[in-house]
């Protein structure tokens, strides 16, 4: 049974998971001996001593005087095993923060922060990225060898915590970030990405175009770069359109008082600027005068134009995490 619950644990919580029978067991008292059988867990770094009753569970009032006696002879996490569990027993035992995992996938799991129903209903299908966690992607790519929490993130990108760790577990849940426990009390997740190309490859499925709206003005709006196929222009040897592209975020367009150009004959006969309206800050990733590389493939990857996508494999092959 013990076996059942690692290998699920594996595959959805820690591939690194272990779980052993405990050989060091006889300064345990006799009748704690007699009632459990007693494992070693480590998961996500963390060390745990995993009981299974051998004959029927006690109450819970006695449960928490085994797992205190347990813990100040092992100095280690005690977690319950159950083949099943009832509502009310589930419930008492969140109560009294008392941690277990059930064969069927059921955890609770306080000291590291995991309380899930199941497991597989918390691990939620990647289809698209949000707008957060497109930043985040593209942090991690132009920022390979970063490693940080979910505290740092936030701060580097102006996050708040909450909005961070989504980011970060859309990019876990699409296999483009992993993590290794540590920190002072040891329950910090230090987030990593993985290695070129593959995160390119994996990564460009899910990414979106940046550009919500386009409008046109008459005016360069100020901190606005150049974008789209003016700025494709500028990096291979595509035509220019013949008309300025730029690129600046959505919320900033009040702030700038930009004069809007509605008339389509107007539009038609004048080089305006073609304004792009981004769902982020387009100079977040930006050293130069255009947008950054890879968000300029997501707002051009769909176009159905052979000339564009031989420019923007152009542009991106001399980048090292890209590959064709």
Known sequence: ??????????????????????????????????????????????????????????????????????????????????????????????ENRIAFVIEDGQMYLPFLGLDLKKAEEQIK???????????????????????????EFAKKLGFNKMTASRALNDLYHANLITFE????????????????????????????????????????????????MDALSELSMINPPGHPVMAIERSKLNEEQIEVVKNKDLIKDTKLVELELWDYNPSLFSNNRHVDLLSLYASLKDENDERVEQALEEVLRGEPWYTD
């Open 181 to 228: 426990i540590g920190g002072m009390t040891g329950r910090s997740k230090k987030y990593k990405r993985i290695s070129d190309p593959d995160y390119f490859l994996r990564g460009c499925d899910y990414l979106k175009t940046p550009v919500r709206k386009i409008i046109y003005t008459k005016t360069r709006p100020l901190g606005a770069l150049t974008a789209g």
């Open 125 to 151: 299908e990647v289809k698209g990225f949000t707008t957060p966690a497109q930043i985040a992607y593209l942090y991690f790519l132009y920022h390979k060898q970063d490693i940080v929490n979910t505290t």
């Open 1 to 94: 049974m013990v076996m059942t619950v690692e290998h699920y644990l594996q595959e959805n919580i820690d591939e690194r998971l272990t779980i052993k029978p405990l050989i060091k067991k006889n300064n345990f008292p006799i009748f704690l001996r007699d009632s459990y059988n007693f494992y070693e867990m480590k998961i996500l770094g963390t060390h745990c001593i995993l009981l299974e009753a051998v004959n029927e569970m006690s109450n819970v009032d006695q449960i928490r005087k085994h797992i205190k006696q347990i813990k100040n002879l092992t100095d280690r996490q005690i977690v319950l095993f159950y083949k099943d569990i009832t509502r009310y027993r589930r419930k008492s035992l969140i």
